[in-house]
T-cell receptor, first 115, second 111 residues
């Protein structure tokens, strides 16, 4: 088990372009999360999937953001018409739903710089 | 009011000392609490989880939970320079399926 995998790890894009990040969760983890983190802040929740169903979206997730998890395996996060304020680290995490608790493990993150 | 609050520090301790990191949370019904360590430029790494009142020890780390006071802490004994990082406290409020994080406390262990 290689943990949560994210790519690309770094992306520099021009304002107005679209970007897509991919996340491969820990195998057999049925829950997948996307968070965003900016400098000096803790991670902020964006959205959550249980299997292929997107069950929760934060108000932070504007209409320019869309996330999918086809077949309940990997997930993609797309940002359309990027703005400089979108520059951040985008973190994917996964967990297995258990009665004993729901420990969430993070991937290495995808850094986005919008210039 | 933020769900989870931490003193942003920075906190400096000499090598070998005990580092004490504190966190409060606003949702009294929260049941699950976590401490993550984050090195500069890296993603959060889980250190400990705690669900019941009292202490939970794992090596040099002890997590403490006091639900009556809505307070979670992390003690690091025999602090090492490699412990220098930002420590993030997180909680899962009632009815939520995701973590709410504090802003983190930056710890520096001075050799």
């Amino acid at each position: 088990d290689t943990g949560v995998s994210q790519n690309p790890r770094h992306k520099i894009t021009k304002r107005g372009q679209n970007v897509t990040f991919r996340c491969d969760p820990i195998s057999e983890h049925n829950r997948l999360y996307w968070y965003r983190q900016t400098l000096g802040q803790g991670p902020e929740f964006l959205t959550y999937f249980q299997n292929e169903a997107q069950l929760e979206k934060s108000r932070l997730l504007s209409d320019r953001f869309s996330a999918e998890r086809p077949k309940g395996s990997f997930s993609t996060l797309e940002i359309q018409r990027t703005e400089q304020g979108d520059s951040a680290m985008y973190l994917c995490a996964s967990s297995q739903d258990r009665r004993s608790g729901n420990t969430i493990y993070f991937g290495e993150g995808s850094w986005l710089t919008v210039v | 009011q933020k769900e989870v609050e931490q003193n942003s520090g920075p906190l400096s301790v000499p090598e070998g000392a005990i580092a004490s990191l504190n966190c409060t949370y606003s949702d009294r019904g929260s049941q699950s609490f976590f401490w993550y360590r984050q090195y500069s430029g890296k993603s959060p790494e889980l250190i400990m989880s705690i669900y019941s009142n009292g202490d939970k020890e794992d090596g040099r780390f002890t997590a403490q939970l006091n639900k009556a006071s809505q307070y979670v802490s992390l003690l690091i004994r025999d602090s090492q320079p490699s412990d220098s990082a930002t420590y993030l406290c997180a909680a899962v409020p009632v009815g939520a399926n995701n973590l709410f994080f504090g802003t983190g406390t930056r710890l520096t262990v001075i050799p």
